[in-house]
């Protein structure tokens, strides 16, 4: 069983098109995280989710947001696509907030076109 | 502003050898560093933490020295194989919970 899984691998989509991801994971973890990596391979946070509580919210456009239906999952919503958006987007989760060992997801390559 | 340099962009070796790979970062005193492996088309897995009380930490081949007087770590993996090819990143508590490098792709040669 994969621990942390998200959905689809890939995407290929428009400019202006709205967009989701999905992440689950079966660890039993309180935290779970979106990060996007560019190609400039730079592994950046975006968001953290705490027991379905939005602890972290970097500096991303509101044209992205993350939902919590519980706290196994945490899927991204990505409004109005712009080609900037291109990237490969990481889902993970962590047991607990104090050493933050990360257990990803096998990303997402978004593309726009 | 933290800043985390991981001064190799790409290291090539020979298999056998010992690949030693650089960890550097400025403006903080983290509590903890971390390395991940990250290959092609994947998300980086977890290898090693090592805390700020600790010198050097290993596991199997692997080895992690943290000095936080010269704010650097030192990632070594001796007897190296092709399998170890892949791009390892280190990563800093910060002021998110984790702050990342950009990485150093490795290619060991057989």
């Known amino acids: 069983d994969t621990a942390v899984s998200q959905t689809p691998k890939y995407l290929v989509t428009q400019m202006g098109n709205d967009k989701s991801i999905k992440c689950e994971q079966n660890l039993g973890h309180d935290t779970m995280y979106w990060y996007k990596q560019d190609s400039k391979k730079f592994l950046k946070i975006m968001f953290s989710y705490n027991n379905k509580e939005l602890i972290i919210n970097e500096t991303v456009p509101n044209r992205f947001s993350p939902k919590s239906p519980d706290k196994a999952h945490l899927n991204l919503h990505i409004n109005s696509l712009e080609l900037g958006d291109s990237a490969v987007y990481f889902c993970?989760?962590?047991?607990?907030?104090?050493?933050?060992?990360?257990?990803f997801g096998a990303g997402t390559r978004l593309s726009v076109l | 502003s933290q800043k985390i340099e991981q001064n190799s962009e790409a290291l090539n070796i020979q298999e056998g050898k010992t690949a030693t790979l650089t960890c550097n970062y400025t403006?903080?005193?983290?509590?903890?560093l971390q390395w991940y492996r990250q290959d092609p088309g994947r998300g980086p897995v977890f290898l090693l933490l090592?805390?700020?009380?600790?010198k050097e930490k290993r596991k199997e081949r692997l080895k992690v020295t943290f000095d936080t007087t010269l704010k650097q770590s030192l990632f070594h993996i001796t007897a190296s194989q092709p399998a170890d090819s892949a791009t390892y990143l280190c990563?800093?508590?910060?002021?998110?919970?984790?702050?990342f490098g950009k990485g150093t792709r490795l290619s060991v040669i057989a």
């Open positions: 990563a800093l508590e910060g002021n998110t919970p984790l702050v």
């Open positions: 090592i805390r700020e009380n600790e």
């Open positions: 403006n903080y005193s983290p509590a903890y």
């Open positions: 993970a989760s962590s047991l607990d907030q104090g050493e933050n060992i990360q257990y």
